[in-house]
T-cell receptor
Framework: QKEVEQNSGPLSVPEGAIASLNCTYS??????FFWYRQYSGKSPELIMF????GDKEDGRFTAQLNKASQYVSLLIRDSQPSDSATYLC?????????????FGKGTKLSVKP | SQTIHQWPATLVQPVGSPLSLECTVE??????LYWYRQAAGRGLQLLFY??????ISSEVPQNLSASRPQDRQFILSSKKLLLSDSGFYLC???????????FGSGTRLTVV
């Protein structure tokens, strides 16, 4: 069973702090990883994707991928109350499932003013 | 850029009634299209995906079906709804180039 594991939270951080969200995956063949943000009652929106080992930065967001350890993480610097949402990590299937994303259940983040 | 249109936004249906949810795509040709369901407090469950007109793959056996009559149209149907069909239904499409999915705004279905 190909799975993505996330701590469901809730994760609570004060405004201005760094929020760290983690995700582990079961299949070493995974190549592409994605982070989505989902506000309550809304659909997910893509915020980051990463394919290579190491860090990828986009504004206040940094995605980190470690294929040897099979984990991917998302750091949010200078967290704002507007960052309060559920964050979903996903990886792309391959072979016959190429293009299909497998999602974790999400981590709920709460940023306190 | 790709835009996914879904309607209706909310739907309340009695048990045993039929269902038809439609998704249309703007801005991309020949996208892969997906139907997901998100039950309350749970993750995204892939229901169906389609790589082209008339091509449907089912991930979870259930009383739902999907069709793709046109390149940019994807329909989710049921002949008789169950209480367990309640959830947030999301249509998604690929943007191409391994950049993940674009999601539609979703339909919140409550079966009563």
């Amino acid at each position: 069973q190909k799975e993505v594991e996330q701590n469901s939270g809730p994760l609570s951080v004060p405004e201005g702090a760094i929020a760290s969200l983690n995700c582990t995956y079961s299949d070493r063949g995974s190549q592409s990883f994605f982070w989505y943000r989902q506000y309550s009652g809304k659909s997910p929106e893509l915020i980051m994707f990463i394919y290579s080992n190491g860090d990828k930065e986009d504004g206040r967001f940094t995605a980190q991928l470690n294929k040897a350890s099979q984990y991917v993480s998302l750091l949010i610097r200078d967290s704002q109350p507007s960052d309060s949402a559920t964050y979903l990590c996903a990886w792309e299937g391959y072979g016959g499932s190429q293009g299909n994303l497998i999602f974790g259940k999400g981590t709920k983040l709460s940023v306190k003013p | 850029s790709q835009t996914i249109h879904q309607w209706p936004a909310t739907l309340v249906q009695p048990v045993g009634s039929p269902l038809s949810l439609e998704c249309t795509v703007e801005g991309t040709s020949n996208p892969n299209l997906y139907w997901y369901r998100q039950a309350a407090g749970r993750g995204l469950q892939l229901l169906f995906y389609s790589v082209g007109i008339g091509q449907i793959s089912s991930e979870v056996p259930q009383n739902l079906s999907a069709s793709r009559p046109q390149d940019r149209q994807f329909i989710l149907s049921s002949k008789k709804l169950l209480l367990s069909d309640s959830g947030f239904y999301l249509c998604a499409g690929t943007t191409g180039g391994n950049y993940g999915y674009t999601f539609g705004s979703g339909t919140r279905l409550t079966v009563v």
